[in-house]
């Protein structure tokens, strides 16, 4: 058997940047001499396998044939003569189709060194059209790689044009959907994932509800500003909900479409009600506005959360030219902390009851904002 590197590893041990993980293909074995050497089985769908100590991914050599729709529809075929010429052809991307043998010799049948030095995202094959899963993947990588210069293909965006005019982007599920739209919200061009997307058609298909994401360019900005200063992911979503007028009920449909995790839901939710609030509490900066603000934002008891819609808020304000000064969004954030300090209890061991204890509390959280904020 012949085991070689494959995939993002020596794409990125070419491109000079750190190697996340490595990924190994198996020529000329089988499951049995996989196990006889101590692989751990893993793979549900095709034979992949841990490597025994460094707990590495080394799947067998396979190709591939379309059966049905959809990333599932796939019937695999792995045998010992599977050549690795057959398995690189059926990759996404040429960039992820060079192999590395164990003396460091590179085999690209698929000229993929030449893509990455003219910085090209390029189908391998015309069986790239085969899972619909490879046009989040293509868009994915171009907000990855935008800032090293990198773009799609002109064929290959004609290729995922056809694919979605074919039909076969509606086979997406969306938590496929929303585990590429995840990722691709980490990398430092996010705003191309969606450019990428709309591109080819196939933004309106897989995620119409962030279809202005690639044509505003306010939205645009703030993702890109958002990358540079490493903000959450939740926070770079909720930005692409930050400029249009959106409804409630739009914001809860497209959460339970994707199943969106409650931390990213949630803070689409504060932004879409709260922006505006926000922003003009900060420019006022009352008592009473700022208490009514943290009240609204269930700050006292969620403060993270709050901590991330001042930040969209910061963001918002400087994409539409009415930036707020970091110091005034560094007291807000201060002055919660000061009334978080306070606690219930000190009005209960006074003797107030029922309602009253909340009252109290609330007379004495507005104290301290307005102490805090006449103290300079
Ligand atoms: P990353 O740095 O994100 O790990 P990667 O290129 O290594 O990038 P993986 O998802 O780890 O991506 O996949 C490893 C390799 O498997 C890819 O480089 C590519 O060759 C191949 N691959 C993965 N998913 C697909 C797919 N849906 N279609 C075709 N090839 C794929
Ligand atoms: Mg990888």
Redesign the pocket.
């Known amino acids: 058997m012949k085991v070689y590197l494959?995939?993002?590893?020596v794409?990125?041990k070419l491109l000079g940047i750190p190697v996340?993980?490595n990924?190994w293909v198996v020529i000329g074995s089988t499951p049995d001499e996989m196990i006889n050497k101590g692989f751990q089985p893993v793979g549900q769908d095709f034979p992949v396998f841990l490597h025994p100590k460094t707990k590495e991914e080394y799947a067998l050599a396979r190709t591939e044939r379309k059966s049905g729709h959809g990333?599932a529809g796939f019937t695999f075929h792995t045998s010992p003569d599977v050549t690795l010429e057959e398995d690189?052809i059926?990759?996404?991307?040429t960039i992820?189709?060079i192999a590395e043998n164990e003396t460091g010799q590179l085999v690209d049948p698929y000229n993929g060194q030449q893509d990455l030095a003219n910085k090209q995202l390029r189908h391998v094959s015309p069986a790239?059209q085969e899972?619909p899963?490879?046009i989040l993947?293509v868009a994915?990588?171009a907000a990855?790689f935008h800032t090293l210069g990198f773009s799609v293909a002109t064929e290959t965006n004609q290729l995922m044009k056809a694919m979605v005019a074919g039909g076969e982007a509606a086979w997406l599920v969306p938590e496929r959907v929303w585990q590429e739209t995840a990722?691709a919200l980490t990398e430092s061009s996010p705003s191309v994932f969606f450019t990428t997307l709309a591109q080819c058609d196939a933004l309106s298909v897989v995620l119409p509800e962030l279809e202005s994401s690639a044509d505003n360019k306010l939205i645009q900005q703030a993702l890109e500003l958002s990358a540079e200063n490493q903000l959450d992911p939740e926070i770079r979503l909720a930005l692409c909900f930050a400029f249009d007028d959106i409804t409630t009920q739009s914001v809860k449909d497209f959460a339970n479409r994707l199943k969106l995790p409650s931390l990213f839901s949630e803070l689409i939710n504060l932004t879409v009600a709260h922006t505006k609030l926000a922003k003009s509490t900060m420019d006022s900066l009352s008592g009473e506005a700022l208490i009514g603000l943290y009240e609204k934002t269930d700050a006292f008891r969620r403060p993270d959360r709050f901590l991330q819609l001042l930040k969209v808020v910061g963001i918002h304000g400087q994409v539409t030219k009415q930036p707020l000064p970091k110091t005034t969004i560094d007291r807000v954030a201060s002055i919660l902390e000061h009334c978080r300090k306070m606690s219930a209890r000190e009005f209960v061991e006074q003797g107030y009851k029922g309602k009253e204890i909340g009252e109290q509390l609330r007379i004495a959280r507005t104290q301290q904002i307005n102490v805090s904020l006449s103290d300079d």
């Open positions: 494959v995939g993002g590893a794409r990125d996340k993980d990924d990333y690189l059926r990759r996404d991307l992820n189709a790239f899972d899963l490879r993947r994915r990588f990855r990722r």
